[in-house]
């Protein structure tokens, strides 16, 4: 089992920047695709950004694409998301995920481990 827990969150501006951080416990990340997603008030949730096992193949929802930087360190147990330019749009609860490695591109759903989510907020 995979404990996760988002921090980061907050009320922000439009145009600024904010780093959401994912730290796991139980195990370690290594091993596994990692992910965020979020979910906007009435919306289903949605994929925002994946990131494999390896590091190095990133994927984004094209919403995100060039805005947001998915990343991780498997040293610290950690996965980080960095919003920059953020928008009134991006406003949503955001929830990190976890899920094993089953082909080397990451998954956009299905994940299997779940924080409890951070809520994010971009005032105009």
């Known amino acids: 089992q995979v404990q996760l827990v988002e921090s980061g969150g907050g009320l922000v501006q439009a145009g600024v920047s904010l780093r959401l951080s994912c730290a796991a416990s139980?195990?370690?990340?290594?091993?596994?695709?990692m992910g965020w997603f979020r979910q906007a008030p009435g919306k289903e949730r949605e994929f925002v950004a994946a990131?494999?096992?390896?590091?190095?193949?990133?994927r984004y929802a094209d919403s995100v694409k060039g805005r947001f930087t998915i990343s991780r360190d498997d040293a610290k147990n950690t996965v980080l998301l960095q919003m920059n330019s953020l928008r009134p749009e991006d406003t949503a609860v955001y929830y990190c995920?976890?899920?094993?490695?089953?082909?080397?591109?990451?998954?956009?759903?299905?994940?299997?481990?779940w924080g409890q989510g951070t809520q994010v907020t971009v005032s105009s």
């Open positions: 995920a976890g899920t094993y490695v089953i082909a080397p591109v990451p998954p956009t759903s299905g994940y299997d481990y």
């Open positions: 990131i494999d096992y390896s590091g190095l193949r990133p």
């Open positions: 139980g195990r370690t990340i290594s091993r596994y695709h």
